[in-house]
């Protein structure tokens, strides 16, 4: 490896030793994430892994990739990177969970204007926490450097994921019926979406200071608030698909309840959401109040303090709740399916 140089690529903007020190530096947080099915270290041209045994012939594979948008922004301006990653493995694994699909492995791209092998370490060891958290496999990725397309500071993070599940466990949306409930999960906060809006809330572009104050009703600095990583929904959830009929879920993300909640269900229905149910963060107080922005606007773009939503028939919400929260999730009857109506109503 440390044959492979070039001077005049160096001159160019890329430096590949430093790439290959930021692969030593990171194998370390690769390897928390090993689990049955890994079959070699990174390095290699493909990340392999052996699917399991199943009991039937009809596994299926579900996938999903996502980045982090320009949450990015807020990292880069507080230089904090080693949670970036958790939020782009949560952005991913939170969506094929709504399939009943265990995530099995994730692979992260992350496009650099210049490779510091430090920050390129804080933030793989976000990646792999992430991976962690869902547990699966970190079997491989792509770091590239661009110089002259980015600056040297700056970078972007994608990933994917793929999962598994037995075909006769896909929950099909067009089983919810009127007077299924919908339970909510809690977030812990912003999560990844919404950030564009929020930057120009605060002003953040002309005010990089306000990153900095302490606000008293977070209990926190705006920054802190902000890089709090998503939370990450697998266990629970999966979960709750193994032991109770679940109809249909859904992730919380960009375009709020009113995108998401309605791809949980066939047409000819519409939810109902009941305000008081939910347990709404301070920040998105913080953010209506300073940006005067109102309350479907801030429904159609943030998660309003619920990360992920399930389906359930009513007779089983007490159940559900209660496995819910024997993993320490906050959550609650946040609303009902009705028939009549379209789209999501804030009661």
Known sequence: MNESFSESYKDAGVDVTSGYKAVELIKKHVAKTKIPGVMEN?????GLFALPKYNDNEPVLVSGTDGVGTKLIIAMMMDKHD???????AMCVNDIICAAAKPLFFLDYIAVGKIFPQKIEQIVSGVAQGCVQAGCALVGGETAEHPGMMKEEEYDIAGFSVGIVEKSKIPDKNKVVSGDVIIGIFSSGVHSNGFSLTRKVFDIKNNKNILEKHFDELGKTLGEELLIPTKIYVKP???LFEKLPVRSACNITGGGFQENIPRAFGDNLGAVINIKSLEIPVIFDLISKTGNIPQRDMFNTYNMGVGMCVITPAQNADEALNILRSFGEKTAVIGEVKSG???VKLD
Do not use: Y
């Not at 990174?42 to 493909?46: D, K, T, V, Y």
């Not at 949670?83 to 493995?89: A, E, P, Q």
């Open 42 to 46: 990174i390095g290699g041209f493909g």
């Open 83 to 89: 949670t970036i990653g958790i939020d782009c493995v």
């Open 341 to 343: 109506i379209t789209g």
């Open 237 to 239: 959830v999966l979960e």
